[in-house]
């Protein structure tokens, strides 16, 4: 069964780049049975969806944050990563990797398998 | 811009059964916009129950089930129990690979 694991600072100041990795465990990065996301959740709020990126590199971003995000995969380490550049401090938030499992070529959700998720307070 | 929409709260008592929606601002859920169930407690990361409309992730009970009713995704729980007591959040498929979740429906049981 996969497993993932969010990894990376808590604590990020303005205007700078918040980062974090996701550990994939269980499975494979470079499967192509599925996509692997990001999603956000700030205190006391819904869900938010980041983005989502494929072994071969291919992403799909929120438009709303297409601007100001990056996710990369690196399958070497089977890991999977998210930049957000120029945070503030609506960008505070639990932030969660999960799978986007893939069904004949078709994303069928945007999340099966869930990270615990990882707290990122943006502040100075 | 369309948005999903879900109750914001919603109650049932213990052993009663309960349908949550989720809708489009504009336009009907399909299918083909694959709805997706989660349930959250405080604290903790969310639990997938459903996708693909209606297909239960593992090991979720058979009292939760999935579908389409009308013009909205629905997620019906039979037998409501104590612990059921949750956020609720579906999510849809925007076509060209993004996701919109909705606002999320807190349900109490009492």
């Known amino acids: 069964q996969l497993q993932l694991q969010e990894s990376g600072p808590g604590l990020v100041k303005p205007s700078e780049t918040l980062s974090l990795t996701c550990t994939v465990s269980g499975g494979s990065s470079s499967s192509s049975s599925y996509y692997w996301g990001w999603i956000r959740q700030p205190p006391g709020k819904g869900l938010e969806w980041i983005g989502s990126i494929y072994y071969t590199r291919s992403t799909?971003?929120?438009?709303?944050?297409?601007?100001?995000?990056?996710?990369?995969v690196d399958t070497s380490k089977n890991q999977f990563s998210l930049k957000v550049n120029?945070?503030?401090a609506a960008?505070?938030?639990?932030?969660y990797c999960?799978?986007?499992?893939?069904?004949?070529?078709?994303?069928?959700?945007?999340?099966?398998?869930w990270g615990q998720g990882t707290l990122v307070t943006v502040s100075s | 811009q369309t948005v999903v929409t879900q109750e914001p709260s919603f109650s049932v008592s213990p052993g009663g059964t309960v349908t949550l929606t989720?809708?489009?601002?504009?336009?009907?859920?399909s299918t083909n916009n694959?709805?997706?169930?989660?349930?959250?407690?405080?604290?903790?990361?969310?639990?997938?129950?459903?996708?693909?409309?209606?297909?239960?992730?593992?090991?979720?009970?058979d009292r939760f089930s999935g579908s389409i009713l009308g013009n909205?995704?629905?997620?019906?729980?039979?037998?409501?129990?104590?612990?059921?007591?949750s956020d609720y959040y579906c999510v849809l498929y925007m076509g060209s690979g993004i996701w919109m979740f909705g606002g999320g429906t807190k349900l109490t049981v009492l």
Not at chain 2, 72 to 85: F, H, M, P, R
């Open chain 1, 60 to 72: 799909y971003y929120n438009p709303s944050l297409k601007s100001r995000v990056i996710i990369s």
């Open chain 1, 86 to 88: 120029s945070v503030t």
């Open chain 1, 91 to 95: 960008d505070t938030a639990v932030y």
């Open chain 1, 98 to 113: 999960s799978s986007l499992p893939m069904v004949r070529g078709v994303l069928i959700t945007a999340a099966d398998s």
């Open chain 2, 22 to 29: 989720c809708g489009f601002s504009s336009g009907s859920v």
């Open chain 2, 34 to 61: 694959y709805p997706s169930w989660y349930q959250q407690t405080p604290g903790l990361a969310p639990r997938t129950l459903i996708y693909s409309t209606n297909t239960r992730s593992s090991g979720v009970p």
């Open chain 2, 72 to 85: 909205k995704a629905a997620l019906t729980i039979t037998g409501a129990q104590a612990d059921d007591e």
